[in-house]
């Protein structure tokens, strides 16, 4: 019986890294704030070439982060948490302002441009195995660009 509980601990650990190899992460950023703020988000392309979904996010510099959406509800833009965020194989995912992104809540310290904020990224393909994913995010200043809205 522990050789089978060994055998199925490396076999998890054998699949992990093949779950993160097969998910890149291009032009990661994070919105500096000002003193008084206490949350920002975080942006970047995700492709993965299996599907899989990001399923949980954390940082160091926040007390809550999350996968959001932002949509139009009735005329209003609305942003709300997300469970899972897919990643479907072969096709590349925006995280951007006025759509999704990971939302840094409750910061622990102003985020200037220049500095860099870690993000871990939870990510479980379709068996339900599951892996992190270490993001460096460059904080950009705040006037870096927003979508804008369409009407």
């Known amino acids: 019986m522990k050789l089978l509980r060994t055998l199925a601990a490396a076999a998890a650990l054998a699949t992990a890294p093949s779950l993160l190899a097969q998910v890149a992460v291009v032009d990661p950023w994070v919105r500096g704030t000002v003193a ?44 709300s948490a997300m469970k899972s965020l897919p990643l479907p194989a072969g096709k590349t995912v925006e995280l951007k302002p006025g759509g999704y992104h990971v939302m840094l809540m409750d910061l622990k310290q102003p985020l200037a441009e220049g500095t860099t904020v870690p993000i871990t990224l939870t990510v479980q393909d379709k068996d339900g195995r599951t892996s992190t994913l270490e993001v460096k995010a460059p904080v950009k200043g705040l006037t870096a660009p927003a979508q804008q809205h369409k009407h």
């Open 36 to 79: 008084t703020q206490k949350a920002t988000g975080a942006f970047m392309q995700l492709r993965s070439a299996t599907d899989v979904a990001i399923v949980g996010a954390a940082s160091p510099v926040a007390a809550v982060v999350e996968v959001h959406e932002m949509k139009m509800d009735g005329g209003v833009m609305r942003m």
